[in-house]
């Protein structure tokens, strides 16, 4: 289990995430949500080890994260930000390949080529596994490496917005295939959105923040209503049910 | 890859073609005397060129950028300093110009733990200071350079023109005693670098990927740029500056090997510039005589290629 105990981190003088305590219930989705600046990135940095926190500690299984072996860490969390900028000549396959480099070192055995086919079938790239990512399209190449990320096979999955640079498709493409890695192979996925009906529709839990600070951590339903999310992002945001999920529609939030 | 691998071997008949020409080419007078001379010639090269290679291509990967080079850390300047302050406090019958050992000696520990110190200081005081590492090289690098040519003003100018000698890269007067001090670090060096090859990688990646998929990276960082450091120290206490040379060869590996396995892409660059070394000393001796110097036509062509290469990478970002 991933626990977050009273962690701070400050740039200058202003706490970008403060004093935030939340355990990551495993075999769920958890959405970190909350207005531009609310920290959410930065958390999701302190986990990932990519940044040191000022006060405060990440647990996996109980001990600190900074003690972890980076390898043994590696089998156990997979990360992946939003900006992935590559001055490699690299095919698709090779980059989720890359995935498996926690468990055999670049020379892939006849398990990891099956994790990459897996990982690629989630993704869908059959037919662009072969070509550079160089070539591809911004949306193409987050689907690349996601699937890297899936062919890690790690038990928790964090993502900082996955779904920046996709369109309506391919995000719910994404989206779905992390419900399907929660639900069949139990995994638990951590993700930061901006937008809260993805949210809303596919995660079990929200963790919302705001200016650094944890407003409400719960299941999606008790963050999903016009109360909490007036809340957490100051504007009247009507919320309505549609097939059992609920949609908010904050496009025209003013106009009564 | 099948197509790279026809390009190595392609690349690997070329530079023994280089060499052997190099080697037996209209050896006039006594053969005992002149070969010897040469084979010790090839041999510099070859260790220059690795070194060259290697530290450019490593530290490509962990700037991310593929138009620096690792003199940017001031390094060419640390070895200009020592040199200069050399003739400027003892002279150049000095037991530090005269005594080769002690010469290398000097400029390659000088060269080195400036870099430790760069190194230390910064990578206590930030988690990843790349950038500022860079900056902070620039800026040494120019403090030095001023702090040479001050001196080199003051210096009688008899002992300037010997000390002319030792700022330009030659290979005409390497001495062979020391040539395996250099080859003997240049092994352990490659030793190591080729153990990391799998984490350069990975890291080429950039750094949260790296991260992810269990580098340790801000340590390899720190190994990465030390390791790059001793090679580039090495090389030029051996022959003089020369690192211009390494983007020249690295760039054309990454243009003409498709992949990105640093084994490969370090094998094409360290081929690349063991042709470019030994042909064009080849041409310098047998085609201007002498007239001129191989890093000034290393220099020159590589200028041009830079020039080509800001070109493309300007119409690329339109």
Redesign the interface.
């Known amino acids: 289990m991933i626990e977050i105990k009273e962690l701070t981190k400050r740039f200058g003088k202003k706490n970008v995430v403060d004093n935030v305590s939340i355990n990551i219930k495993p075999g769920t989705i958890t959405s970190f949500i909350g207005p531009n600046g609310a920290g959410k990135s930065t958390l999701l940095s302190m986990v ?5 926190s000022d006060t405060g500690e990440v647990l996996l299984d109980q001990s600190n994260v900074k003690k972890w072996k ?6 156990r ?5 939003q900006s ?7 095919t698709v396959r ?2 989720i390949s ?2 498996r ?2 468990y055999s ?2 020379r892939l055995t006849a398990e990891d080529e099956t994790f990459v086919d897996q990982a690629i079938g989630y993704m869908n790239l059959h037919d662009m596994e072969d070509q ?1 990512i160089d070539e591809l399209s911004g949306g193409q190449k987050q689907r690349a ?1 996601i699937a ?2 899936i062919a ?1 096979d790690t038990e928790y999955i964090l993502l900082d917005e996955p779904l920046a640079s996709l369109d309506m498709k391919h995000s719910v493409q994404i989206m779905k295939t992390l419900r399907k890695l929660v639900n069949e192979l139990g995994k638990t996925v951590v993700i930061v959105l901006h937008d809260i009906n993805f949210a809303s529709v596919y995660s079990d839990r929200i963790v919302a923040l705001k200016d650094g600070e944890l407003v409400k951590n719960g299941p999606t339903n008790d963050i999903i209503n016009p109360q909490t999310l007036s809340e957490i992002y100051e504007m009247d945001i009507p919320v309505q049910e549609q097939n059992g999920c609920r949609i908010c529609v904050y496009f025209n939030a003013h106009a009564n | 890859m099948q197509r790279n691998r026809k390009r190595l071997i392609f690349l690997a008949v070329l530079a023994i073609i280089s060499v052997l020409l190099y080697a037996f080419y209209d050896i006039k007078g006594g053969f005992d005397y002149a070969f010897p001379k040469r084979v010790t010639r090839i041999a510099a090269m070859m260790v220059t060129g690795i070194a060259i290679s290697y530290a450019t291509v490593a530290f490509h990967t962990i700037t ?3 138009i620096l080079t690792p003199s940017i850390m001031g390094m060419d300047a640390m070895y200009e300093v020592v040199q200069t302050l050399i003739f400027f406090l003892a002279g150049s019958t000095s037991i530090w110009v005269v005594n080769n050992y002690l010469n290398f000696g000097a400029a390659l520990i000088a060269m080195v733990l400036f870099a430790l110190i760069l190194y230390r200081f910064l990578f206590r005081t930030k ?1 990843y200071p790349i950038y500022l590492l860079l900056l902070i090289g620039i800026i040494l690098g120019t403090l030095l350079g001023n702090l040479v040519t001050f001196l080199q003003v003051l210096i009688d100018p008899v002992e300037y023109m010997s000390l002319q000698t030792f700022l330009f890269a030659s290979f005409m007067d390497v001495k062979a005693e020391i040539l395996y001090i250099a080859i003997a670090i240049l092994v352990v060096a490659c030793i190591y670098g080729y153990r990391i090859m ?1 984490q350069l ?2 890291m ?6 790296a ?6 990276y801000d340590r390899m960082l720190m190994n990465i740029l030390i390791l790059a450091s001793v090679l580039i120290a090495t090389s030029t206490a051996l022959v003089g500056p020369i690192t211009f040379l390494g983007l020249l060869v690295a760039n054309l590996s ?1 243009q003409y090997l ?3 396995k640093h084994s490969t892409l370090i094998l094409g660059a360290s081929l690349l510039s063991i042709i470019a070394l030994v042909g064009g000393q080849f041409i310098v001796e047998h085609l201007f005589e002498l007239r001129t110097t191989l890093s000034v036509i290393i220099n020159f062509i590589g200028g041009i290629y830079f020039i080509y290469l800001l070109l493309k990478e300007s119409r690329a970002v339109k």
């Open positions: 990932s080890r990519f940044l040191d980076s390898n043994a860490f590696a089998k969390v997979s990360i992946l930000k992935n900028f590559l001055n490699v000549r690299l090779e980059l890359f995935g480099y926690p070192k670049g550079l490496f890297m990320v890690q | 991310q950028n593929r988690k799998g990688n990975v080429a990646l950039g750094r949260e990927n991260i992810s998929l269990g580098i340790n990454y498709v992949t990105y």
